[in-house]
Each structure stands twice: as structure tokens, then as C-alpha cells.
């Protein structure tokens, strides 16, 4: 958890909602960031026991911080969301969700790539996307997406029961294409 953080700071991210859905008898992420949260960089939110479906936890979040919010996301700890306009340039979150191609959009979905485990059979330090970085092409999830979703929107975002990696009719979704 802590490295998606360092790494989602690094392109420009400057607050976290992390929700704990983990059953009560499980330590909670609290202790664990417990400097983000008195940084005012991070805020749990506290959903531990409650046996919710993914997407409706998207939607009780979206709800709850859209005001808050230019643009909301939802990402694993194991997920980290890479933005190129052009080859071999990275941008932050910040520069690319303000291109103007995105002005009229309220969701901008992003293609998944999982990567093979390159062989490593032990733990190293360096950085998940420094380990792994053999894209494993064949991979079904390959044709799923996550959304970045437009703040203050007054709809409903992801339905229970539905997908919870696009949003619903009705949403102005754009890809990055």
C-alpha cells in the first residue's frame, strides 16, 4: 500500500480515500499510514465487516467525496495507472486530466495490462513497475478497464450488481484515444 501511494503522489495525486473492506478480526490500515493521515494525505474509510460488492462501494465513495473532488478513481494496491500523450513521456495525473480533448468528458477509461511475474521467484525493493515490466498480452483482464471519474457529477456512477470498472449509461465515458 505504501508504494501505490509514493507512487500515485509522484504523478500528482494529493489525496487518498482508502477504504478498508476487511473483516474486523484483521488489522486495520490506520497504524499503518498513520503519518499520511495526520499529513491530511490520506483518510480510511472504514467499511471493514460490511460484505458490500465492489461496485457499490464505488458508488457509496463517489457520493461521499464528489464535492471533494476535480476527478475520483478506484484502484487496487496492486494497480498503477501510467499516462502517455506521446511515446517516452510521462505526464502527471493533473497535466493530462487537463488536456482540453477531456473537457466535455465525465469518465476516461483506461485499458488494463497485467504483466508476467518476470521470473522472480523472491521479493526485491525496487518498485513494482521496475520488477515487473514483461506485459503478459494473452491475459482475458487485458480487456477490462478502469475509470477516473469527473467530480460533481449528479448521477449515478456504478450500479450495484454492475461493473465496477465502467461507469453507467448515461455517463459521457471518452477513452484516452
Known amino acids: 500500500g505504501r ?16 477504504a478498508d473492506n476487511n473483516n474486523n478480526d484483521t488489522e486495520g490500515f490506520s497504524e499503518l499510514y498513520k503519518k499520511e493521515i495526520s499529513d491530511g494525505l490520506v483518510e480510511i474509510l472504514n467499511f471493514r465487516g460490511r460484505k458490500k460488492d465492489q461496485t457499490q462501494l464505488y458508488g457509496e465513495m463517489y457520493q461521499m467525496y ?28 493533473p497535466e493530462f486530466l487537463s488536456n482540453e480533448i477531456f473537457n466535455t468528458c465525465e469518465s476516461i477509461q483506461f485499458n488494463w495490462l497485467v504483466y508476467t511475474d518476470n521470473c522472480l521467484l523472491y521479493y526485491d525493493k525496487r518498485p513494482v513497475n521496475e520488477r515487473f515490466t514483461v506485459p503478459y498480452y494473452k491475459w482475458p483482464a487485458n480487456s477490462y478497464v478502469k475509470s477516473i471519474v469527473r467530480g460533481n457529477l449528479n448521477k449515478t456512477i456504478f450500479l450495484p450488481k454492475k461493473s465496477n470498472h465502467v461507469p453507467e449509461r448515461g455517463v459521457i465515458n471518452c477513452d484516452i484515444s
Not at 464535492?67 to 505526464?91: A, I, T
Open 3 to 18: 508504494e501505490l501511494i509514493d507512487y500515485y503522489k509522484d504523478v500528482g495525486v494529493d489525496k487518498f480515500y482508502i
Open 66 to 93: 464528489k464535492h471533494k473532488c476535480k476527478w475520483l478513481s478506484f484502484f487496487d494496491f496492486d494497480e498503477f495507472l501510467e499516462v502517455h500523450f506521446e511515446p517516452n513521456k510521462s505526464l502527471t495525473l
